[in-house]
């Protein structure tokens, strides 16, 4: 299959620009499209062929059910039943935005699309283009993140095609999104309410509207224990892995670095390719005691933007962001999981990015890539 790339200007967009991909959809063919947290993969959410399609193609199992992305609040009613006061309360306050709600499924939506579940997760996205398409094909688009199950989702439309090219019909280049983390999940079917998934809209601006909402269990663990089951099915799977092995070291700044450092000279000196994932805080420290030379080695123009990426021989540094810029830290994960992958790095070394606020959903994508290989030093 030709996957046709179709470059839209969020600024300057008419309903011409729409055309293809909004009958593309109503065919029940699949579409992806930039939102405001990472790219989803579309497909007609009425239809079930176009829900099989999209587990085909991301080569996910069929257990793990769609996102449900709406243009506007009335369409909550003809995908949902029985929904509470909450569900109203929390839509007016955080969409369109980056926040999906559980609620009762309606008939009107096919199994395939939710997985199975009598339960349907529905989001309004913020991104112009997002909704603008959801408009003109006149359809609910199931959406999961548009990457090969397993890896990093994608914010940017050549990473799409490079997890997706040949498997689906049309991708929708909106340039980068800008949160770079999925939403997050709120689940409305249990009292209290419970988040699933961490994400932008954090668990204290939750609370500003459901004073008793909190996480569940498994968003809060920081180890492998299979005793702890993930409610959103989705939360279960290896995800957003490297193919290198990612470790991450928690404890105060001077350990850290001498862990990281250590371990990365052994990992070198056995012939390894070796990443570190490092803050703008601590990056200087890396370069000084490992030695290494940054003449003329600064920054590499990459997929990642410009000075995030420093390459030596045999060691990359990803320069994450300011530790205390967690927006920024977010919207940078997921490219630089991926640029390792390019680059054949055998083994990565992370800070430790925990905290109330964005941190939360940070360290949750962070614990999952790394397999929950993290040391306290
Ligand atoms: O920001 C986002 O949410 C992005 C964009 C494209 O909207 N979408 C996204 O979709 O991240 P996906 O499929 O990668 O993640 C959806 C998550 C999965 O963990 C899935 O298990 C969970 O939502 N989920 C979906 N429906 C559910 C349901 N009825 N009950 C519990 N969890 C559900
Ligand atoms: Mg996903």
């Known amino acids: 299959m030709n996957t046709i790339l179709k470059k839209i200007d969020a600024d300057n967009m008419t309903s011409e620009d729409f055309a293809e991909a909004a009958k593309l959809l109503q065919e029940g063919k699949l579409v992806a499209f930039p939102t405001e947290t990472v790219y989803g993969l579309g497909g007609d959410a009425y239809d079930k062929t176009a829900s099989a399609r999209i587990y085909a193609a991301k080569g996910r199992p069929s257990d793990n059910p769609l996102i449900v992305h709406i243009a506007e609040i009335e369409e909550l009613k003809n995908l949902a039943e029985d929904i509470p006061a909450e569900a109203y309360l929390l839509a007016e306050k955080f969409w369109p935005g980056p926040m999906t709600m559980i ?7 096919p199994k395939e699309t939710t997985g199975g579940l009598d339960t349907v997760a529905i989001r309004m996205p913020s991104h112009p283009i997002a909704r603008r398409l959801i408009k003109e094909a006149g359809l609910p688009i199931a959406a999961p993140s548009a990457n090969a199950s397993g890896r990093p989702s994608t914010t940017k439309a050549e990473h799409v095609m490079e997890d997706l090219a040949g498997r689906i019909d049309m991708v929708i280049d909106g340039g980068s999104s800008e949160i770079g983390l999925e939403s997050t999940i709120v689940d409305l079917t249990v009292k209290p309410a419970l988040i699933l998934r961490p994400g932008y809209i954090t668990i204290g601006m939750l609370q500003e509207v459901l004073p008793d909402i909190e996480y569940d269990k498994a968003v809060l663990k920081r180890v492998k224990d299979e005793t702890i089951v993930a409610k959103a099915p989705g939360m279960k799977y290896r995800h957003y892995a490297p193919k290198g092995q990612l470790t991450i070291y928690e404890g105060e700044r001077t350990a850290v670095i001498s862990k990281i450092v250590s371990e990365v000279s052994k990992k070198v000196n056995e012939g390894s390719r070796v990443g570190i994932l490092a803050s703008t805080d601590y990056l200087n ?93």
């Open 285 to 377: 420290n890396y370069i000084s005691e490992l030695g290494l030379d940054i003449v003329g080695k600064n920054a590499r123009n990459s997929n990642v933007s410009e000075n995030d990426i420093l390459e030596f021989e045999n060691i990359i540094i990803g320069v994450v962001g300011a530790r205390s810029d967690e927006a920024t830290i977010a919207a940078r994960l997921f490219d630089l999981l991926r640029e390792y992958d390019t680059k054949n790095i055998d083994y990565i070394y992370a800070e430790c990015f925990a905290s109330e606020n964005l941190g939360q959903a940070i360290m949750n994508r962070l614990l999952k890539a790394a397999g929950y290989h993290i040391e306290t030093v």
């Open 103 to 109: 609620l009762k499924r309606k008939d009107t939506v």
